[in-house]
């Protein structure tokens, strides 16, 4: 059975920074991209960003691009989104997702879901 347990959410202020976790469990962690996805309240869930299976390759969406960094320890099972500069609008519960490829942006890519950690930016 595949777990995707995510961690490291909260309550920060704007222009904060959080690191979220993400562990695997049940699939070969290696062969699979991996990202974030996130659903801010009463908003359809969006693409954040995702990273290749051997870690050389990674996607942003535009409004993270620059803020945002995922990475992964293949041998910890392990993705990783660390957050700078935090704002309002990237309030939203944060999924970690596994899928086949890197740069595909759609839910439907994406085999397996965690079940989200709740990130609230204060202004």
């Known amino acids: 059975q595949v777990q995707l347990v995510e961690s490291g959410g909260g309550l920060v202020q704007a222009g904060g920074s959080l690191r979220l976790s993400c562990v695997a469990s049940g699939l070969t962690f290696r062969l699979h991209a991996m990202g974030w996805f996130r659903q801010a309240p009463g908003k359809e869930r969006e693409y954040v960003t995702s990273?290749?299976?051997?870690?050389?390759?990674?996607d942003y969406e535009d409004s993270v691009k620059d803020r945002f960094t995922i990475s992964r320890d293949n041998a910890k099972n392990t993705v990783y989104l660390e957050m700078n500069n935090l704002q309002p609008e990237d309030t939203a519960i944060y999924y970690c997702v596994a899928g086949r490829l890197v740069y595909l942006r759609a839910p439907v890519d994406y085999d397996y879901w965690g079940q989200g950690t709740q990130v609230t930016v204060s202004s």
């Open positions: 990273v290749s299976a051997n870690g050389r390759s990674t």
